[in-house]
């Protein structure tokens, strides 16, 4: 993979003001709320519930739509369409260098979606993200420390396990990758995109599964992102044999990333308002998501579990392997 370009003069030049002058995403409440303090589930936040100086990496990857479709819960759910009829999944890795909680890699894995009564026409639930509940469906999330999964999955019903993590920088690519109980998740390799700085300020809404409901959170962050769209994005996604990504194999996930993007420090705010109703289903006695027995007894740990060092080495190339 080649160093990154130098910023080149066109879009992202003329861009750049207009991003600049984008207002804060932060909401008016979380900015009232600086300063004072929650104890919640033993966990102490400082409010607002933030992240700084923290690394991202982000590559999207067109999949079937339909395959997609099956694995979103409950009836309200659905693949955002791409133009072309395909679905998309997004992969998102933050080290986070400093929170309330300490420092911890999260690692995510999620269909981009909608959420109403019936699909959503293409390109318009980007442009209109609030009128389609524009979001993502979170399928996995694996993170460093205990204290990340207490937090996530007791409060805001993210589906967080404590896996093998790194987050790694070098002049050329970015790359992550993730093992749990001894086996392969996923590898994550981006190559960095050209210097566009481009200043991201923006909201993203998450939807999870747990204990048979659906939870919605938002987090709202800010930060100078490096940006590659079309056949200018190359990224690289290995899926292992570990059973938590066994769903990947079937979602047809297309070799050409639709764009990546790294941020080399990112400032961002998780709203402690969290939404929350039931998963329904057709059939009586169906669930989703872990119960909240999956969560008791969990403790304050910020340990980390030994660096991955399998790096997918054991996962077979092709359909079944290599993305």
Request: proline share 11%; charged share 20%.
């Amino acid at each position: 993979m080649s160093t990154p370009k130098a910023l080149r003069p066109g879009l992202p030049a003329l861009v750049r003001p207009l991003m600049h002058a984008l207002p804060s995403p932060y909401p008016r409440r979380q900015r009232r709320l600086a300063g004072r303090h929650a104890l919640v589930d033993g966990i102490p936040f400082r409010m607002p519930v933030n992240s700084n100086v923290s690394p991202v990496l982000m590559a999207a990857f067109p999949v079937d739509r339909r395959a997609a479709a099956r694995l979103l819960p409950g009836g309200e759910l659905h693949p955002l369409t791409l133009p072309g009829g395909h679905g998309l999944l997004v992969v998102t890795v933050i080290d986070y260098r400093s929170t309330d909680i300490g420092r911890y890699i999260e690692y995510s894995i999620a269909l981009a979606c909608t959420h109403g009564p019936r699909p959503a026409p293409p390109l318009l639930p980007g442009l209109l993200p609030r009128a389609f509940g524009t979001g993502q469906y979170v399928l996995d999330l694996p993170v460093s420390s205990e204290i990340s999964v207490k937090g996530g999955k007791g409060i805001w019903g993210m589906p967080k396990h404590q896996a093998n993590l790194d987050f790694t920088v070098t002049d050329s690519t970015v790359s992550s990758t993730y093992e749990v109980d001894g086996r392969a998740g996923t590898r994550i390799e981006v190559e960095r995109p050209p210097a566009t700085a481009l200043p991201l300020r923006t909201g993203a809404v998450n939807y999870c599964a747990f204990r048979g409901m659906l939870m919605r959170s938002v987090v709202y962050f800010e930060g100078a992102a490096d940006v590659a769209v079309g056949r200018g994005a190359r990224a690289r996604l290995v899926v292992g044999d570990a059973p938590r990504v066994a769903a990947l194999h079937g979602l047809g996930i297309g070799e050409q990333p639709l764009f990546t993007c790294y941020l080399p420090s990112s400032r961002g705010v998780l709203d402690d308002h969290v939404a929350c109703w039931f998963l329904t289903d057709p059939r009586p006695g169906r669930t989703w998501g872990e119960p909240l027995t999956s969560v008791v007894g969990l403790g304050l740990s910020r340990d980390w579990p030994a660096p991955p060092h399998l790096h997918t080495a054991n996962t077979p190339d092709g359909p079944d392997g290599k993305v």
